[in-house]
């Protein structure tokens, strides 16, 4: 292992991790800049499987300013940074320099910890109830039916489809996201929010490869009702954007109903829903 005092590259051979010390430079989609000693040279992507940066208790966690999302998905949090040269410069939470080419930047998030993603809190209910089934065959079903955290029923991720707007012709575009609750209907799932939250935002809709469905989706905050919504099934319908004031919430529910008194389809995915401080 790497000493807690260098970067380093790491290689794997034969499945044995080998680290290589040195100092970071500019990072670049296809190389990265290392320096060994006072010789510098630029290292291909392909050579290398990892990266890892000094720790130092230099600069607190809670000096960060903003985040720089990669078009990777690499992200780096950043005490300080300011444009350079077409570029971005950052100093990392450890005070190491770090160069991005605009083009390789696909996000700077300046929320500094404000949102929290909801299907990562831990519920403090968690139901789901049949429309029609006897006792025992529902509580069968109920293992196969419970809502599911960051994943759909499936396993996959979660995704929504969205109208294309930048083309002529008609046409959808399918998004995956890393965080949501996949809920079928007849589903209930709470959070105590501890009224530490205020805001809160989401997309949502039906899972694309079903799309099959008519439900009713409601979100209470303290038992008054945030939004009472009824969803169709429809190929061309645009998820529904989610975005409530919650100043003051100690407890969020949400629901899934059966609308039509069926239970066909009724499949919906809550993706991305974040709540803010």
Not at 20 to 48: H, N
Not at 51 to 68: C, L
Not at 124 to 148: V, Y
Not at 177 to 201: D, E, N, T
Request: a negative charge; aromatic letters at 8%; hydrophobic letters at 40%.
């Amino acid at each position: 292992n790497p000493s807690s005092t260098h970067d380093a590259l790491g290689v794997l051979r034969d499945g044995q991790w080998r680290w290589v010390e040195g100092r970071l430079g500019a990072i670049e989609r296809d190389q990265v800049e290392f320096a060994v000693e006072d010789k510098s040279a630029f290292v291909k992507r392909d050579r290398f499987e990892g990266v890892m940066f000094t720790a130092s208790d230099a600069i607190s966690p809670s000096s960060r300013v903003a985040s720089v999302l990669l078009n990777d998905g690499s992200r780096f949090n950043a005490a300080k940074l300011r444009t350079q040269g077409g570029g971005v410069a950052v100093e990392n939470l450890h005070g190491a320099q770090i160069e991005f080419k605009r083009e390789v930047v696909n996000e700077i998030d300046f929320s500094n910890d404000r949102w929290v993603w909801l299907s990562d809190l831990k519920p403090t209910t968690l139901d789901w109830q049949p429309l029609f089934a006897s006792e025992n065959i529902a509580e069968k079903l109920r293992a196969l039916s419970m809502p599911r955290f960051n994943q759909s029923f499936n396993g996959q991720p979660l995704q929504l489809n969205f109208p294309n707007a930048t083309e002529l012709t008609e046409s959808l575009e399918t998004k995956t996201f890393a965080h949501g609750i996949a809920m079928r209907g007849g589903s209930r799932v709470a959070f105590s929010l501890a009224k530490q939250y205020r805001r809160l935002q989401a997309a949502m809709g039906f899972e694309p490869l079903l799309m099959v469905g008519n439900v009713r989706v409601k979100i209470f905050g303290d038992g008054r009702s945030l939004l009472d919504q009824v969803l169709t099934a429809k190929s061309d319908a645009a998820p529904v954007e989610i975005d409530l004031e919650i100043d003051g919430v100690e407890r969020l529910l949400i629901e899934v109903d059966y609308h039509d008194g069926r239970a066909t389809g009724d499949l919906i995915h809550l993706c991305d829903p974040k709540v803010s401080k």
